[in-house]
Nanobody, 126 residues
C-alpha cells in the first residue's frame, strides 16, 4: 500500500522560508512523477509544482515561480518543496501526490495523480 506523509509545515512570518518534505512508502517511487498542491480555506485545490521521475523536468505555478523549488531524492523516496519569500496568500494545506504510471510527463491537473498525502498546514502571517 502506497503511503505519502508530508512534514515541515508550520507558522512563519511573511518573507520567511519553510521546507516541506514528503516521504513515500510502500513502493519505490523512482520511476514516477510527483507534485505538490495546496488548498486554502474556501478555495479549490491548486497546483503548486511538479517534478519528473528523474528530476530532469520541473514545472511551477506562476504564483510561486522564482520563490519555490521542488526537488527529489530517489534514494530516500522523498520529494521536497523549498519555499522562500513566503507571502500570506501562500497560507494553505499543502499536499504531495504521486503518479501511478512510470515515466510519464508531469502535469498540473490533480486527476493525473493517483496517491495523495494527508497534507501539512502552512500559515504565513503578515
Amino acid at each position: 500500500q502506497v503511503q505519502l506523509v508530508e512534514s515541515g509545515g508550520g507558522l512563519v512570518q511573511a518573507g520567511g522560508s519553510l521546507r516541506l518534505s514528503c516521504a513515500v512508502s510502500g513502493r519505490s517511487f523512482s520511476w514516477y512523477g510527483m507534485a505538490w498542491f495546496r488548498q486554502a480555506p474556501g478555495k479549490e485545490r491548486e497546483f503548486v509544482a511538479a517534478i519528473s521521475w528523474n528530476g530532469g523536468m520541473t514545472h511551477y505555478a506562476d504564483s510561486v515561480k522564482g520563490r519555490f523549488t521542488i526537488s527529489r531524492d530517489n534514494a530516500k523516496n522523498t520529494v521536497y518543496l523549498q519555499m522562500n519569500s513566503l507571502k500570506p496568500e501562500d497560507t494553505a494545506v499543502y499536499y504531495c501526490a504521486v503518479q501511478s504510471k512510470p515515466f510519464r510527463a508531469i502535469y498540473s491537473d490533480p486527476v493525473e495523480y493517483d496517491y495523495w498525502g494527508q497534507g501539512t498546514q502552512v500559515t504565513v502571517s503578515s
